[in-house]
């Protein structure tokens, strides 16, 4: 059993900046896919970014991002403490959700599709106030 944790939420200001962490359990960390997904009110969780995990001991990760975010968030990760980090910045109201995080410890094929994983955190919440 994973546990996933993330951390990080917040009020912000709009064009503002904001660093979301998520810990995941389990000592094969560096292996597992991690995405962050949002959900905001009255609307679907979509997927927000991912990163894949060590393949065959290389350290040579995919970034996968929605065109909505895409140049103002950045995915990175820290196998030495089991930690995904989502750095987001020049934010916008639009960005105001609950944010997940989750894992995948088996192989992903669509890293974009929440089936993909299979532990998820509680979620926090980011709010972008105008």
């Known amino acids: 059993q994973v546990q996933v944790v993330e951390s990080g939420g917040g009020l912000v200001q709009a064009g503002g900046s904001l660093r979301l962490s998520c810990v995941a359990s389990?000592?094969?960390?560096?292996?597992?896919?991690m995405g962050w997904f949002r959900q905001a009110p009255g609307k679907e969780r979509d997927f927000v970014a991912s990163i894949s995990g060590t393949e065959s001991g290389r350290r040579i990760y995919s970034e996968y991002y929605s065109d909505s975010v895409k140049g103002r968030f950045t995915i990175s990760r820290d196998n030495a403490k089991n930690t995904v980090y989502l750095q987001m910045i020049t934010m916008k109201p639009e960005d105001t959700a609950v944010y997940y995080c989750?894992?995948?410890?088996?192989?992903?094929?669509?890293?974009?599709?929440?089936?993909?994983?299979?532990?998820w955190g509680q979620g926090t919440q980011v709010t972008v106030s105008s």
């Open positions: 389990g000592r094969t960390f560096s292996t597992y896919a």
């Open positions: 989750a894992a995948a410890t088996t192989p992903v094929t669509i890293a974009t599709l929440m089936t993909a994983y299979n532990y």
